[in-house]
């Protein structure tokens, strides 16, 4: 069973940065994928990015484009995404999810393993 916690998340003001990390264990898959989704109030859960463990490509929504990186320490078995430049409209919650076969890496229901959430609110 793999079992993903997320910690990170905080409040900072727009312009600021945030570095999310989730920490995996149980993972029996030689390859899979681990993303980022966050959900703000009344909207619907988004992918954020992505990657590939099996040959590291990385997925990122246009939005974050340039402001978030996704990366991965493969001794730790941790992931992490660096945010910076946040704006109010990054404030959410954000889950690390991870499958060992996903259709597409923002698609949140391929993802069979979640976290918990953390929030991240950003002020203007």
């Known amino acids: 069973q793999v079992q993903l916690v997320e910690s990170g998340g905080g409040s900072v003001q727009a312009g600021g940065s945030l570095r999310l990390s989730c920490a995996a264990s149980?993972?029996?898959?030689?390859?899979?994928?681990m993303g980022w989704f966050r959900q703000a109030p009344g909207k619907d859960r988004e992918g954020v990015a992505a990657?590939?463990?099996?040959?590291?490509?990385?997925y990122y929504a246009d939005s974050v484009k340039g402001r978030f990186t996704i990366s991965r320490d493969n001794a730790k078995n941790t992931l992490y995404l660096q945010m910076n430049s946040l704006k109010p409209e990054d404030t959410a919650m954000y889950y690390c999810a991870a499958d060992p076969a996903v259709r597409w890496w923002s698609l949140s229901d391929e993802y069979n393993y979640w976290g918990q959430g953390t929030q991240v609110t950003v002020s203007s």
């Open positions: 990657i590939y463990t099996g040959f590291g490509n990385t």
């Open positions: 149980g993972v029996i898959y030689r390859s899979y994928y």
